[in-house]
C-alpha cells in the first residue's frame, strides 16, 4: 500500500478503505508516514469529504493508536459530556458534579483553550491547588471515591490526534466535518464511557457557525458514538453572545458555584440542566427527562451538587474553601466599565468578538504555548434583548496590564451593538435535538 | 502573510494574488516553507484549479527562483521545441538539426525519462562521448558556433521546479493542467527564447489521455507563453500508439539519423516537419507554413541537417562517426521477435504498454535515480491499421537478461490487439492548433 496511491484516491473523490485509513494513522501515529503526505491527504480529505463510514473508521484508527480505557471494574455507568468549545461556556463544572451527585460516574477529559474559546482545564486551575494532570489509575480512583474525575487528556489516548492536530492546525486541514468528529469522538471512545452528551455550539463563537453546520456535526458525532458502542445524543445551543455572565478562568469557575449554590444566569442553568438531564437518561438513573431535571435541580436545591464539587476539588488537591471564599481566587487588581455609548436595546453581544478580548487580557492563548492568566476576564452586565441607557455599564473588564485593557477594549466594544428596537438572537438551547 | 491563510484561502476556492503566489514559490525554493504546508497548499491548487492569470504568476515566480538566461548578445531568433512525453517520441534529435540549419538558433534544455515515457537527454547519451551537462557559457558557445545546443537543465534555471515536482511526486499532486503549465513554461521562459513551439501529446502515452485534456493543457501552455513575450504555438499530436518504429535509446538515435538521411517512418517524419515548420514560421526564417515545410524537406534533401547534427554531436564530445556507423552505438546481443497470434488487423499497439515493456528492459527509469542501459528497446515492425497473418513478426525485442524480456514481453502482448476488422486510430496531428 503506497501512501501516495490513498492520497490520489481521495484527491479523485473515492471513499478510502479501512485498510488505507487504518495505514495512514498508523503511518501518522508512528512518524513513518512524512508530514507532506499526511498534510496531502488531509487537504483531499477536507475539500472532497468522507462518508459516514470512512469517517467511523477514522475515528476507530485513531482510538486503535492508543489505548481504550478499561472501566469495567468499577461499578456504576459512566457517562460524559463534552462541548464543541465556545466562549463563557462553563457547563462542564456544573454538569460533572451534578451528575456525579445523582449518582453517574463521570470521567470528563478536557482541553485546554485556543483562540477565542476557553477550555476547561484552564478554568480548573483557577482554583489554587487544582491538578488536571491525573494519571489512567488516579482517574480509576477518583471515579470509585468521588464520581468524578476532570483531567487532560493523557498521552496514551488517541495519540494519533495530538499529532493530526498539530498538523491540521498549520496547513489549512482544521474545517472538515469528518476529521474534526473523529478528532473529538476518538478521544471520548477511549475513555472508556457508556454514554456521551454533546453541546454542539452554534453561532459567530462556535467551531461552526451556522445551525445547518452544527447540525452536520451533531449528527456525524451522534453516528460514530451510537456506532462504536457508546450511546450517543447531542444538543444543539447558542454560541452568538457569551454564555452565562462571565468570561474568564476564576470569573467562570465562580459563576459555577453561583449556579451550584442555587443562583447564576438563566442561560447558563438552562444549558446546565439541559445536558446533565439528558446524561441521567442515557445512563439510566432517569426513566424520563422531566424526572431527570427534577433530579438535577433536586441535586442543586439539596446542595448535593455543591458539596459533591467541594469533594472533587478536594481529590485533585484544589482547596475547596474557595467554594464559600471567592477571595482566595486569584484576582486581577484593576476595573474598568464598559459603558453603552447610547439608549436602545443590546442587539449583539459577539461572541467570538468577547473571546477575542478576553485572550487579549491574558485569559487564553492565541498558541498551544502560551500561558494563561487565571484572573483576568469580562463580566457581562448586561445581554443581548436587555433594554439600556446611554452611560450604564455593560461589561466590567478585570485587568493587570494596561496595554492589554487598551487591546481588549477595542475587540469588547466592536462586539458590541445596540440599536432602536430589539433584534432576534439564538434560542438557547435548538428545538431538535441530535 | 502567514502560510496557513494562503493554504485556506486556495482550499476555499478563492484566487490567490501574485503576492501569495510568490510568497509560496520563494518559501519552497528558500525552504522556508515547510514541505507539509507546500503539499497541503499543492493539493488544494490540485482540487480547487487556478485561474489563468494565478497560473501566469505561479510560472512567473518560478521563472524568478533562478535565472533568465540573456541570449541577447547572439544574433539570430532563438527557437526551441518542447513536447509534454511520450513512447518513441525522439522528434528532437531531428527538429533541432533541421531548425538550426535552416537558420534557427535552438537553445534546447531538456529532460530525461520517466515511467512509461522516454527523455531526450538519455537518447543523446546513447551516442558515445555525447555530454549533455553542458554550462550555460557553453551553451551560448554551442549556439554561436553550430547554432544548436542539447543539454539538461542546469540548477539556474527555475530551481523551484525542482523542488515543487520532487513533492508532488510524492504527494498525489502532479494531475494538475496549472501545475504542469507552470513546470514547464518557468524551464521554457527562463531559456531566453524568442519562440516556442509545444508538441502536447494525447492518448494512452501521453501524459493527457483525451483530446480535451490536451487541449486544455495546449491552451494553457499557450496562453503563458505569449503573456510571457515568448511566441508560443502548440500542436496536439496522437500518442496511442509509439511514435515511429524504434522505442529504446541507441534505437532511436538510429531513426532520428534514418529520417535526416531522408528515410524514416511516415509518422515521426510527418510531425517532426509539421513542429520544425512551425518553428521557422515563428522565428520569421519563413513567411509561411508552406514556404517553412520546403525548407525544412529541403534541409533534410540535401543533406545538410544531417551534416549539422554531426556538428552538434562533435561539438558535445560525442563520436560524429555513429552517423554513418550504427555499429559503434551500444548494442544488446539478444533479439526476440513477437509474432502475431492471428491473422487480422492490428487495432492497438497501446503506447504506454509498449513504453513500459521498455522500461522493463531497461531502456527507462520507474526511479528518478536508475540508470538506463542505452542499447535495449523495442522496433515496432507493424503499426496499427496494418493488416497481418499469423506468425509474422511484430516486435523485435533488444535485449541483454532473460529475466527482462519476460517482464517486457507480458507486457507488450499485452499491449497488443489484432481484430477481423481495423479500428479507428487518433490522428498524426490533431486538425486544430493552439
Partial sequence: MRAVD??????????????????????VTEGSLPDYQASALLMAIVVRGMSSEETAWLTEAMVDSGIRVDLGDIDGV??????????????????????????LLVPMMSGRGLGHTGGTLDKLEAIP???VDLSLEQMKAA??????????????????????????????????????????MSKKIAEGIDALVLDVKTGSGGFMKTEADSRRLAESLVSIGNASGVKTEAVITAMDSPLGRAVGNAL????????????????????????????????RIAPDKDDAERRVRAAIQS????????RIIENQGGDRRVIDE??????????HVVKASRTGFITRL????VGRASVALGAGRDRVEDTVDPAVGLLVLRKPGDQVSAGEPLLEIHYRDGARLEAALALARAAIAIDDRPAPALPVLASEVV
Same sequence: chains 1, 2.
Fill in 252 to 283: 467562570e469557575v465562580i459563576e459555577c458555584i453561583e449556579v451550584l449554590k442555587g443562583g447564576g444566569p438563566a442561560d447558563l442553568i438552562a444549558v446546565s440542566v439541559e445536558l446533565t438531564a439528558r446524561m441521567l437518561v442515557l445512563g
Fill in 6 to 27: 490513498i492520497i490520489i484516491r481521495k484527491r479523485d473523490g473515492y471513499a478510502l478503505t479501512r485498510e488505507e485509513i487504518a495505514h495512514f494513522v498508523t503511518g
Fill in 78 to 103: 459512566k457517562v460524559d459530556k463534552h462541548s464543541t468549545g465556545g466562549v463563557g461556556d462553563k457547563t462542564s463544572l456544573i454538569v460533572a458534579p451534578v451528575a456525579a451527585a445523582c449518582g
Fill in 143 to 184: 471515579l470509585a471515591t468521588v464520581g468524578c474525575a476532570m483531567l487532560g487528556q493523557t498521552a496514551q489516548i488517541a495519540p494519533a490526534d495530538k499529532k493530526l492536530y498539530a498538523l491540521r492546525d498549520v496547513t489549512g486541514t482544521v474545517e472538515s466535518i469528518a476529521l474534526i468528529s473523529a478528532s473529538i
Fill in 303 to 310: 446542595g448535593a451538587a455543591l458539596e459533591r464539587l467541594g
Fill in 350 to 353: 459577539d461572541a467570538e468578538g
Fill in 129 to 131: 491547588g487544582f491538578r
Fill in 326 to 335: 471567592a477571595s482566595r481566587f486569584p484576582t486581577a487588581a484593576e476595573r
